[in-house]
Structures are given as C-alpha cells and as structure tokens.
C-alpha cells in the first residue's frame, strides 16, 4: 500500500476481545503486504505508565492523564500514518469518553468531549466490540489476572450505555463481540479492505 496509511481504532468494555482482534487484523493486513502498528492506550510510555501502574483516585487527574498520554501517542500515530503504515490501536478517546463520564464521580463529558477533540485526530474507522457486560466479565474473570477499579459489573454496564451512546454520534461500526473470532475478522476485513480501494 502505497501513500497513507489507515488509523483503526478498537473500542469497547472490558472483555471484549479489543486485543485479540486487533493483533488478528494486524496479522491479516501484514499477510496482504501492509506494514501494519499494533498499539494501545494507555501506552507503555512514560504518562501511560502511571496508569497502567493504577492511576489515581482523582477523576479529573486521571481524565487528564490519559488525555495527555494520548496527545503524545497521537502525534507518534500521525507519524506512522503519514509514513504510509496502518495503525490499530487498542482503545482511543472514545474509552476517555465513556469510562471517565460514567464513573461514580463522573467527570462532565463535554468537557471530556472538548478537550479530547483539541489532541486527538478522527480514526479512519472505529470499531465498537459490543458485548453483554456479564459476558465480558465471565472473560476477564477467566483470564485469571487481578481485577482493576474498572472491572465491576455495574460500572462496566454505565460504560457500555455510554459507549453505545457515542458509538451514535459518531458513527463507529458495532460489531457484535459475542460471534467467534474467525466471523468478527472477517466483518471488520471487510469494512477495512472498503477503505483502502
């Protein structure tokens, strides 16, 4: 592929299978001769890490950690992207959106909204993993690692409200996260190879 490259987001609660997805779409794109990124937010980089590590209690001070760690991880994608690689990342504004605002102490979406959209660019396609939250739940229970403050059934049901919310607004594409991984690449190829003719 010659010229840009694509910006694939993967978005939606915890278990959805975001990860696994998005290293299938890597691979599929990397078989067809396109250099492909795998990444993900928070990143592994020097402000992703304090949130990796658990954050902080405050919810603005973490609403602005990931927003900052993502104005730093955006100009690394518009690099990569305008260097003619594809970019699929592991979560983008839209978790900011969704966790931060539907927290026991929400922090005001618009203004998650207004200062998302000052360090972030549009993905070429966002693609939302929708999945019943007990099912997502019965995924990262089974997966044997320790529980973070996010993974409790309750929240993770305001999340995907919100997610299905913005998911409205702008247009992402739902994918249903419950059919097996061979059926999940394949739907999102299929948008996926749409854009780049």
């Known amino acids: 592929m010659s010229g840009r490259g694509l910006f ?3 978005e939606g609660i915890d278990g959805s299978g975001k990860t ?3 290293d299938r ?17 928070p990143t592994k980089g020097r402000i992703g890490s304090i949130l990796r590590d ?5 919810p603005y001070a973490e609403a602005f950690l990931f927003m900052a760690d993502r104005a730093c991880h955006t100009d690394e994608i518009i690099g990569m992207v305008e260097d003619g690689r594809t970019v699929v990342c592991d979560r983008y504004y839209a978790s900011t959106l969704a ?3 539907a927290g026991d102490t929400p922090v005001d979406i618009d203004l998650l909204k207004d200062l998302n959209g000052r360090v972030t660019v549009e993905p070429d396609i966002t693609f939302l993993l929708d999945i019943d939250p007990e099912t997502g739940m019965g995924r ?7 529980i973070s403050k996010f993974e409790r059934l309750d929240f993770q049901r305001r999340v995907r409200d919100r997610y299905l919310e913005i998911a409205a607004e702008k247009g992402f594409v739902i994918l249903d996260a419950s ?3 061979d059926e999940l690449l394949s739907v999102s190829m299929e948008y996926i190879m749409e854009r780049m003719r």
């Open 8 to 10: 694939i987001v993967l």
């Open 20 to 22: 696994t997805l998005r």
């Open 25 to 41: 779409i890597c691979a599929a794109l990397t078989s067809m001769g396109v250099t492909a990124i795998p990444t993900a937010e």
């Open 54 to 58: 658990g954050g902080t209690d405050n």
């Open 99 to 101: 966790y931060q605002s």
């Open 140 to 146: 990262v229970t089974g997966r044997g690692e320790d």
């Open 179 to 181: 059919l097996p991984q």
